[in-house]
């Protein structure tokens, strides 16, 4: 079928006003919008994941401009290709300018984007990139301080129905039959998409083109859209920020104590595949949100990642469920990932000072032998402790470790207090 055209491209917007989403920019007053009516466009990054709006946003306003539009992707044009576009300036082929239109300019290096530079600047080219990774890691300083960037965000469920609906007329047409769609599908396509329009658009004409046809009516069942959309939520890429943005909501969930939250993401993570992830993850947990107000805890969720791995999936979830709940549950201390950090700090600005006579390897230690240089042997002690200097003495008043406000680590303070005060 050579005059085959995908619908998702069939259906695209052609004015903000079709546009499905990001009220929070695309609004009555959003300031993007704003911009765009103004007719006088700056240089743009649209940042945001796929099927959210960026590339019909950039051609709806490159049919609003007066200048040539240009198009790149950045995972096949070079060097060469950005010489073209420079190359058409100030001819017949953009008498007023180019509005370059570059998307997923993150895999351009840096001396390709660092190209553009002097045309932008001198407002020769206008550009709108985009990009489906966080522009402030990914596009060089130089290009991000000329730009201004908004961010495009997943569209809801509900946002996404008028697109979906609109598809499902538009595949009526093109099968020349009336769908008998069964009540829940239109729901389940939106929420099953997982913020990303085209794939909804996609799964509708999937849907059609396999439906069953009973005489003039084609039939669209819940049972047909579930295997369409299976999965298709799942937006993760290990190296890009969707599968940071989940670990991130998983520790951080787990951190607030909520297991529900918790489990969520584990099993997103284990829905994409992703096995390792969430051990190691787990593991820097147990020791910097619960550390030592309870201890015990490492040592769990170490048993439970080592099971998880010797086992695999799908049986590894059962573990890695049990160290999720464990840890959402616990006391939460902090207290000494602060202590290492300060102590970090301090090595930074250079203060160590030399290390306590006493303290160096310039004797026996033992039971028996009380250093000629000063230093006590401390279970020579009542109670294993004897008051004596350890820290070098430009850091001899410095305080790393507070005890945090749990029960495990108040009952080791109430112990030293009561040692060392007594």
């Not at 991130?248 to 992703?274: C, M, N, T, V, W």
Request: charge should be neutral; glycine fraction near 8%; aromatic fraction near 8%.
């Amino acid at each position: 079928m050579t005059d085959y055209k995908p619908l998702a491209d069939e259906i695209r917007p052609r004015s903000l006003d079709e546009v499905v989403g990001q009220e929070h920019i695309l609004g009555k007053n959003g300031m993007l919008r704003r911009i765009i009516e103004s007719g006088r466009i700056p240089n743009l990054i649209f940042y945001g994941p796929s099927g959210t709006g960026k590339t019909t946003v950039a051609s709806i306003i490159a049919e609003s401009s007066s200048r040539t539009l240009r198009k790149l992707n950045a995972t096949t044009a070079g060097t060469a290709d950005i010489r073209d576009v420079i190359g058409d300036l100030d001819t017949l082929l953009a008498p007023n300018g180019i509005l370059l239109y570059l998307d997923e300019i993150q895999y351009f290096n840096k001396k390709q984007q660092q190209s553009l530079l002097e045309y932008i600047e001198s407002g020769r080219i206008s550009l709108i990139a985009s990009t489906t990774e966080n522009p402030y890691f990914y596009i060089y300083n130089a290009i991000l301080s000329r730009c201004t960037v908004f961010e495009f965000k997943p569209v809801s469920a509900e946002a996404a129905r008028p697109a979906v609906l609109r598809a499902a007329r538009l595949m009526e047409e093109r099968v020349g039959l009336k769908a008998d769609i069964e009540e829940g599908v239109i729901g389940l396509i939106c929420s099953a998409c997982g913020g990303d329009v085209r794939k909804a658009v996609n799964s509708v004409e999937l849907l059609f083109y396999g439906g069953r046809v009973e005489g003039d009516r084609i039939k669209i069942t819940a049972a047909d859209a579930k295997l369409v959309s299976q999965r298709s939520a799942m937006r993760y890429d290990r190296d890009g920020d969707a599968h940071y943005d989940i670990l991130s909501a998983f520790q951080k969930s787990i951190r607030g104590s909520d297991p529900d939250a918790g489990i969520h993401y584990l099993a997103r993570l284990l829905e994409a595949g992703d096995l390792l992830s969430p051990c190691r993850r787990l593991l820097v947990i147990a020791a910097e949100d619960v550390g030592l107000a309870f201890p015990q805890a490492i040592a769990i969720v170490k048993a439970c990642v080592d099971s998880a791995l010797q086992l695999g999936l799908p049986e590894a979830q059962i573990p890695l469920s049990e160290a999720v709940i464990l840890l959402a549950t616990a006391p939460k201390s902090n207290s000494a990932v602060l202590a290492i950090e300060a102590a970090r700090e301090d090595i930074k600005k250079g203060k160590t000072g030399d290390i306590p006579r006493h303290l160096k390897n310039v004797h026996a230690d033992g039971a028996e032998v009380e250093s000629v240089e000063g230093y006590k042997y401390a279970h020579s002690f009542k109670n294993h402790y004897v008051k004596q200097q350890y820290l070098p003495d430009e850091l001899k008043d410095a305080v790393y470790y507070r005890y945090g406000d749990n029960k495990t680590e108040q009952a080791a303070k109430a112990y030293w207090d009561r040692i060392k005060n007594g």
